[in-house]
């Protein structure tokens, strides 16, 4: 017998039915500190995971809490009606470290409300994500129109190492006709967005050495070149004097389809007044489809202990952001060249490999995005979803998209440009968060009936 799919008035009622409870439950969640960085303590990581495991199996969803060596990921699964499509949920529960709490204008795993807005650190990455799949659950209750398969990463933030494993080892179990990936932004408070291209990434270390050891500023200063100010130099050449990353080999297009107003993107980015935008093109097409080179950190001395004495040795960590089509291997390759042939002076350089993610591009095209576009026009009363690309990277796109070549992938979003995910004070949009609810109980309503159409 066919499950009857809900009505658009219906998923209204049990949607908003249900929000009271769905916050608090994402309150809870954002109490729990889960980091699977090295050097914080992964027990609060086990309990993110029974967490989510409980509110899956609250849900009607057969659970398990897997592993593939790394951090706990938590899998759901209800099978899908006869003849329906499986749709696969996916979300993490793991949140990227506070850094500084003084920056931080509460507590970062206490939440609190100020101005509609929730904030906490993971409520809106990816924490947000989870519970916008246990509102549209709970929403259907029992009549839920299609499979569903839940899958809740646990280390995504710290580079989801062994997620491939996972994928690999319950393949039969988890696959879909389906896939949505809560963990993408919106393209504005009040307008929804599909994500269809993402940047890849890869980080490294360059260390720079002049002397075996420091020596006397005075006494050598002058000839002998110090490795904080060789450093300096290397890095200078990794931009031109626009602020474009001179590395070549790497690819760089220029294709976005939408363009971002400077007045809004500085204010988005809290750009300090009289600071100058970096690069040439659109900046859509900076943020999207052309290459990124940040310097994320430093190994030298602290000001507040500098000797007066030249500096033997210095380090920085490197994150270049790859545009689509890109490769990982033969971008490192291309850095890591340019960085030792402009070694300043003869100096040693030595270049370490971090991590990579490969890019994406996704086909937005078929009845299942129509599916989604709808739902999103409904959610936002009207309001078009925009296809957006994403400068960040979701490196496990691609094993999806290798994995299950046949399935639809989704990448919607739970955040907005004033989330500041990884940053201090990051925060969820509420009265949104209720919209990304609706949407994605009324897209398993309209996959389902996609499905059997």
């Known amino acids: 017998m066919t499950t009857p799919i809900m009505t658009e008035a219906e998923l209204r009622a049990a949607v908003a039915r249900e929000l009271p409870g769905v916050r608090a439950d994402l309150e809870r969640l ?15 990581v086990e309990r993110s995971a029974e967490a989510v495991a409980e509110l899956l199996r609250g849900c009607g969803l057969d659970v398990q809490i897997a592993r593939a060596g790394g951090q706990p990921a938590v899998i759901g699964r209800k099978a899908a009606p006869p003849g329906a499509p499986t749709v696969m949920l996916y979300a993490h529960h793991d949140v990227q470290p506070v850094g500084d709490r003084t920056l931080w204008e509460s507590d970062p795993f206490e939440p609190v409300e100020r101005d509609g807005r929730l904030y906490g650190r993971g409520a809106a990455d990816d924490k947000a994500g989870i519970m916008a799949h246990v509102a549209a659950l709970r929403a259907f209750g029992d009549q ?5 398969v839940v899958f809740v990463e646990g280390e995504e933030e710290y580079g989801s190492d062994s ?15 389906v896939i949505v990936i809560a963990d993408s932004t919106n393209w504005d408070v009040g307008v929804p967005a599909l994500t269809t291209s993402l940047r890849g990434i890869v980080n490294c270390f360059v260390e720079v050495r002049t002397l075996d ?11 002998v070149p110090d490795a904080l100010t060789t450093l300096v130099r290397l890095l200078a050449t990794l931009h031109d004097d626009a602020g474009n990353v001179a590395v070549a080999g790497l690819v760089s297009q220029e294709t976005a389809s939408v363009d971002y107003p400077e007045s809004r993107f ?32 430093l190994d030298a001395p602290a000001t507040a202990e500098a000797a007066n004495a030249l500096v033997p040795a210095a380090k920085a960590k490197l994150s270049v952001r790859l545009a689509p089509g890109d490769d990982p291997t033969r971008a490192y390759a291309a850095l890591r060249e340019h960085l ?41 009363e009207g309001t078009d979803p925009v296809d957006i690309g994403v400068g960040g990277s979701i490196p496990f796109i691609a094993t999806f998209q290798e994995m299950f070549p046949r399935a639809a992938i989704l990448v ?7 989330a500041r995910a990884h940053g201090p004070n990051e925060s969820l949009h509420l009265g949104e968060f209720a919209k990304v609810c609706l949407a994605e109980a009324l897209l398993l309503a309209k996959v389902a009936a996609a499905g059997r159409g």
Do not use: N, Y
């Open 412 to 418: 919607t979003g739970v955040e907005d440009p004033h």
């Open 30 to 44: 954002v109490r729990i500190p889960g980091i699977a960085f090295d050097g914080f303590d992964h027990a609060h």
């Open 163 to 177: 997620l491939e494993q996972l994928l690999a080892e319950h393949r039969e179990a988890i696959a879909s006709d």
């Open 340 to 380: 030792e042939r402009h070694a300043p002076w003869g100096a040693e350089v030595t270049v370490t490999f971090e991590h990579d993610g490969a890019p994406c591009v996704i086909d937005a095209t078929g009845p299942m995005f129509d599916a989604a576009r709808s739902a999103f026009r409904t959610a936002w």
């Open 213 to 223: 050891h420091a020596v006397h500023s005075g006494m050598f200063g002058g000839p």
């Open 144 to 148: 839920l129109p299609v499979g569903v």
């Open 266 to 297: 500085r204010a988005e980015a809290g750009l300090a007044a009289g600071v100058q935008l970096i690069g040439t093109g659109r900046i859509t097409d900076r943020l999207w489809t052309k290459p990124a080179l940040a310097v994320l950190g």
